[in-house]
């Protein structure tokens, strides 16, 4: 059974209103270093179309999105509407795809459900889903519609009982984690960095049931992550026994993003997500955040080698077509005033480094197992 790629061709060409962090490319690059490499056929890549709106409205509200669809073909929303539902407001921008690129997205997720529970695939990437912060009748944190809750919300419909969602997105999934708080099918698990926007996934949360969140400082390294995964989130995890693994791979915890203060290495990234890979055959990996294009693009193209069992692959040369697209891509920020550092474009992997466990991490690890009981 073959494993899938899924993208659309709106995000080549979409972006976010000039000066916003997403002012920039990282979907259609990522797909395109796949390819580049050779690393997957063409009858493997689907385009998804916007999701329809009676899709949509399996959890959000009709009259949000009519405005979020009025929005994208008027560029414009009378004022009143603007502040109810946080569209054109801060930093949910109105642009010319407003409605179609999240819509887009949320369909890939969608279809990715439904594909593995009608067993015609098992695992599936979806680069440009993740939008984990979306709210039922508002816009939040860049985030439009919330493909994470459509995606859980078709699993349970279509039988799925024991769905399991990790984050690993420096900032905390709280549209995903306060529609799901206390639903006994589904359990949710998130490393982010404390003390960041949204602030929400506090240590008292585990409390609850069904979440789990490591609120982790900014000097969180590499040897702390793998840590956290391998000695908390696998083992909680393996005793749920889940049925439908969901996976945002925000790349945003990586060293020279500008919306976090983590540094990880994209080696405990991947090693990251492949060890959570294992905790079951049907898995959807997302894409999420990730502000640095360069480190973004080659994260989520490795991660269709992770999804493969081809981890391998990230150990071969960069080809040249590949370099020469990381360079092409445009991005307005300090880091590159003076030229895309080399490291970012010329290898897969980043330098090793040494790092160790630290008395924090492991204070937080036994906190998390004690109020989990394990």
Request: net charge neutral; proline share 3%; glycine share 6%.
């Amino acid at each position: 059974m073959q494993n899938y790629l899924f993208t659309s061709d709106i995000f080549k060409g979409s972006r976010y209103e000039k000066g916003h962090p997403l002012d920039m490319d990282r979907v259609w690059p990522s797909v395109e270093l796949i390819q580049l490499m050779g690393w997957i056929k063409e009858d493997q890549i689907i385009k998804n179309k916007p999701a329809e709106i009676k899709e949509l409205v399996k959890f959000h509200d009709l009259e949000y999105v009519q405005a979020l669809k009025k929005a994208e073909e008027e560029l414009e929303l009378p004022e009143h509407l603007k502040r109810k539902y946080n569209i054109g407001v801060g930093n949910n921008p109105i642009f010319s795809e407003v409605f179609s690129r999240p819509a887009s997205a949320a369909k890939a997720s969608i279809k990715a459900v439904e594909m593995i529970a009608n067993k015609e695939a098992k695992k599936i990437l979806n680069i440009s889903g993740g939008t984990h912060h979306g709210r039922k009748s508002e816009a939040y944190g860049f985030c439009f519609l919330n493909d994470c809750v459509l995606a859980i919300l078709k699993a349970l419909e279509l039988g799925f009982s024991k769905v399991l969602y990790v984050d690993i997105d420096a900032h905390h999934c709280d549209g995903v984690q306060d529609v799901f708080v206390h639903n006994e099918n589904v359990t949710i698990i998130s490393i982010h960095e404390k003390n960041r926007w949204p602030q929400t996934g506090k240590l008292e949360e585990n409390n609850n049931k069904n979440i789990m969140n490591f609120p982790v400082s900014e000097s969180f390294n590499d040897s702390e992550i793998d840590y956290v995964i391998n000695n908390a989130v696998i083992p909680y995890a393996k005793s749920i026994q889940p049925d439908l693994l969901i996976i945002q791979a925000g790349a945003d915890m990586l060293n020279g993003d500008p919306q976090s203060r983590i540094s990880l290495s994209n080696n405990a990234y991947w090693k990251a997500v492949k060890d959570i890979l294992l905790l079951c055959e049907n898995s959807i990996i997302l894409g999420g955040g990730g502000y640095n294009p360069y480190l973004t693009a080659k994260a989520w193209a490795g991660n269709w080698t992770l999804l493969n069992d081809r981890s391998d692959l990230l150990d071969s040369n960069m080809t040249e077509e590949c370099r020469n697209l990381l360079a092409s891509l445009k991005w307005n920020n300090s880091r590159v005033r003076r030229g895309i550092p080399s490291n970012w474009i010329k290898s897969w992997r980043d330098q090793s480094t040494k790092t160790s466990v630290g008395d924090e991490v492991i204070s937080l690890v036994k906190n998390v197992l004690r109020m989990k009981n394990l």
